[in-house]
């Protein structure tokens, strides 16, 4: 009976903390090797480095870490992307599968591992109403 009743606590346990959403890589994401890591701060309605340079074909990871007390995100516009893995972090809504976006919570982090192969510089910006505005823009481009 006690075998059950612990079984019980922790399977509450488990689902409840994957409710929450992650703000670590998880595991398919960890053993995604990338030949790329980038490290983006998300800080002051800023992003930095607001200037990425990714090479074509490659796997890339992007780590992202929200500094503020209120949540944003990276999109990337009109780049087409393979994703390797699960990408980590909040849920984005209206994200497709080949979409470059990561959404952390306030305090947050997430990541994308992925390979990009079209060449070009694209437009990225935080989706939160205002932060474009403020100043939460940047550049990514693949060479």
Known sequence: MKRWVM???LGGAIAAAAACGTTAESDSEASQPADVVIHVSLKNVRFTPSVIDIPAGKTVRINVTNHDATEHDLLVHDLKIEKLGAATGAHHAGATENMLVVHT???GSGSITFRADEKGTYA???TIPGHKDAG??????VS
């Open 7 to 9: 079984a019980g606590i």
């Open 105 to 107: 919570a306030a305090n």
């Open 124 to 126: 990225f910006n935080c």
């Open 136 to 141: 939460m823009v940047g550049t990514l481009t």
